[in-house]
């Protein structure tokens, strides 16, 4: 029997920042039509409102360090304020919501990060992914928004990294869909040159990705999110599309499709 289809679709900076372009993508966004997840980051609101309030912003290579004067802000900022502003208004789409972090149902457990040559501090490593309670809300219609804090079981909370977090959710509900994951940012989809925006590479296969990063045309941050891709590839998920939110809502725009 085909197994029903459910779409994950992670956001980031580029929608959560701008309150109209957050409203827009979400009434989009409440209209598709069968089971569906959002998981959102928010890091650069986390980031405006450390400066705010003088806690220091610490970032290795794009990683933000993560102590416990910052986990406190960030579980604040993810997981209240973003992450219920996003769930009130689906609501008023009509889309019945509920937020989770990875505490919630016990959803998402992760170890904490160990120290080799840096000390990320309370950042999390997905170890599990408890899909039961998950797929009790799916089968009830309802869609969760997942922000980008898991916990250890223990009772410590810890940041971890919400294409991670996708990507892992994309796995562990493999097993029970047909999952299509979506990566949206601020691109129309992975560029051969950053500088054109029109430089779309429309497919992107595991041997393509090699040699790209060997030429240095693929790097930086877009090699976790593409690493994430990946590995979700090599373990069950079926469809996974990279570009600006607008793929989700017509076929014709520019993205990136990543095959095995």
């Keep these: 029997m085909?197994?029903?289809?459910?779409?994950?679709?992670k956001i980031g900076g580029n929608i959560i920042d701008d309150e109209v372009v957050l409203k827009e993508f979400l009434s989009?966004?409440?209209?598709?039509?069968?089971?569906?997840?959002l998981v959102h980051g928010g890091g650069k609101l986390a980031t405006r409102l450390a400066e705010k309030m003088n806690i220091p912003v610490k970032m290795i290579d794009g990683r933000r360090?993560?102590?416990?004067?910052?986990?406190?802000?960030?579980?604040?900022?993810?997981?209240g304020k973003i992450n219920k502003n996003i769930v009130a208004q689906?609501?008023?789409?009509q889309c019945n919501t509920i937020g989770f972090s990875g505490a919630d149902g016990n959803t998402i457990i992760a170890k904490k990060r160990p120290v080799k040559q840096i000390d990320y501090g309370f950042v999390g490593d997905i170890v599990k992914v408890e899909v039961n309670v998950i797929n009790v809300l799916l089968i009830n219609n309802l869609t969760i928004s997942f922000c980008a804090i898991s916990h250890d079981a223990?009772?410590?909370?810890?940041n971890t990294n919400a294409?991670?977090?996708?990507?892992?959710?994309?796995?562990?509900?493999?097993?029970?869909y047909e999952v299509a994951l979506y990566y949206c940012f601020e691109k129309n989809g992975v560029l051969k040159n950053v500088e054109d925006s029109d430089s779309v590479i429309e497919e992107i296969n595991t041997k393509q990705y090699q040699q790209l990063k060997k030429d240095g045309i693929i790097y930086e941050g877009?090699?976790?999110?593409?690493?994430?891709?990946?590995?979700?590839?090599?373990?069950?998920?079926?469809?996974?599309?990279?570009?600006?939110?607008?793929?989700?809502?017509?076929?014709?725009?520019?993205?990136?499709?990543?095959r095995k």
Excluded at 2 to 9: A, F, G, R
Excluded at 154 to 158: E, N, S, W, Y
């Design 2 to 9: 085909k197994k029903q289809q459910l779409k994950i679709v």
């Design 28 to 37: 989009s966004f409440a209209q598709l039509k069968g089971p569906k997840i």
């Design 65 to 79: 360090i993560t102590d416990a004067e910052t986990l406190e802000l960030i579980t604040m900022v993810y997981a």
């Design 90 to 93: 689906l609501q008023a789409n």
């Design 154 to 158: 223990k009772g410590q909370l810890l």
């Design 163 to 176: 294409d991670t977090i996708a990507s892992e959710l994309s796995i562990a509900l493999s097993k029970d």
């Design 222 to 258: 877009m090699i976790p999110k593409l690493d994430n891709c990946f590995y979700a590839l090599s373990k069950g998920v079926q469809h996974i599309k990279i570009g600006k939110a607008e793929m989700l809502f017509n076929t014709n725009t520019k993205h990136t499709t990543v």
